[in-house]
């Protein structure tokens, strides 16, 4: 395979294999990837033979959860809520492009917390808070409301003593979280970054797997357990009876961030900077020349199929989500005009609307379930 060209002299810019494009077409998906480094949330789209990236900026976006109708990002100090008002698609330049246009609906403060990854349980959003060391969920009130910890952790400080950072989802639910280390102390888990990654059922509380190195991003998919081992840049399923991991798939940078469509696994690279702890790993031993995008991997093989490949601005990738029958979605700038004559009520009320000579001002409300307009 190769890149279908040079990178463009623009700030954010990527290289991808000419087949990347087909492959999301035929998958009838697009992604969404978040950079703290870079400071942006990317929307990855196929437009006719290429990726189109459209880099929005965000004060230090990690987790992030997202479907057709709700998108959660979890920032540097806050989780910032945007809902799908496919209504717009219409006003956007050029008109209709999109088939998902996310507006800004909340932010929620939640103070610096290091938000890792994020999943819808129903209506709820849970979230890993890595430096108190639990999993959390949001309500109005709450910096944060903690519902799970790991036994070995005694209690709730800001002191980052596990590193506990990914989050499997299950029957509605969370099952699994990955951490860097077994700790009860401030930063311990920096102590065997190496092999002392472990593998959490959340509703045992055992420990399933040791020995990890520098797991990330757990998730079920097709009846098996997965998870990124990124300190050796690896693809690997887990038996959580036996804690046996097996490596899939080998790809060529730190690892982290990942989901699935079909028998496809879209796996987020990193480079990682000399400055990163997270180097004194083996991944950097064997392999100096580490990339940074997202790599397509069929699980079936451990091939990798396609990838794009970021440039130099963008050195870290932290979350990597699909969204199944979306294409081409837009997430709207807080200050776009259109924002000033936008709005969205319930549709109960929408009969005593009085717009009748100006019904392009009036977007009426996303219906939850479908979202179509009424």
């Known amino acids: 395979m190769t890149d279908t060209a040079a990178p463009a002299p623009e700030a954010f810019s990527s290289v991808h294999t000419t087949n990347f494009p087909a492959l999301l077409r035929e998958l009838r998906c697009s992604l969404l990837v978040t950079t703290f480094q870079a400071g942006r949330v990317i929307l990855m789209r196929p437009q006719q033979s290429a990726i189109n990236t459209h880099f929005f900026a965000l004060p230090r976006p990690m987790g992030l959860a997202a479907d057709a109708n709700r998108l959660f990002v979890g920032a540097h100090r806050s989780v910032h809520e945007y809902r799908n008002v496919p209504a717009v698609a219409p006003r956007v330049d050029p008109p209709n492009a999109h088939d998902a246009v996310y507006l800004l609906r909340n932010v929620h403060v939640t103070g610096h917390v290091d938000i890792h990854e994020m999943a819808f349980a129903g209506n709820d959003c849970w979230y890993v808070n890595t430096l108190f060391s639990c999993l959390c969920t949001l309500d109005t009130e709450h ?8 036994r070995f952790v005694s209690g709730y400080a800001p002191e980052d003593r596990c590193h506990l950072n990914g989050l499997a989802m299950g029957d509605g639910k969370p099952r699994y979280l ?5 700790s009860n102390v401030r930063e311990g888990w920096r102590a065997d970054k190496r092999t002392g990654g472990i593998l959490l059922d959340v509703e045992s509380g055992e420990v399933v797997a040791r020995g990890l190195s520098m797991p990330h991003s757990p998730r079920l998919h097709r009846g098996r357990l997965w998870v990124l081992e990124s300190g050796r840049g690896a693809l690997s399923t887990v038996d959580p009876v036996s804690g046996r991991v097996e490596a899939v798939a080998q790809v060529p940078g730190f690892t982290r961030g990942l989901d699935f469509v079909g028998p496809i696994a879209f796996i987020g690279l990193s480079q990682l900077r000399s400055s990163n702890p997270f180097t004194d790993i083996p991944l950097t031993d064997q392999n100096p020349d580490r990339s940074s995008g997202v790599w397509a991997v069929n699980v079936e093989t451990g091939q990798t199929v396609a990838f794009l490949r970021f440039s130099a601005s963008v050195e870290e990738i932290f979350a990597v989500q699909a969204l199944p029958g979306i294409l081409s979605p837009l997430i709207l700038e807080e200050h ?11 549709d109960e009320l929408l009969p005593q609307v009085e717009l009748a000579k100006a019904p392009r001002h009036a977007i009426p409300h996303c219906d939850e379930m479908n979202g179509r307009e009424r």
Request: charged share 20%; hydrophobic share 40%.
């Open 336 to 346: 776009d005009p259109i924002l000033d004559s936008t709005w969205a009520i319930p």
């Open 143 to 150: 910096s944060f409301v903690p519902r799970w910890r790991p």
């Open 178 to 182: 990955t951490a860097l280390g077994e």
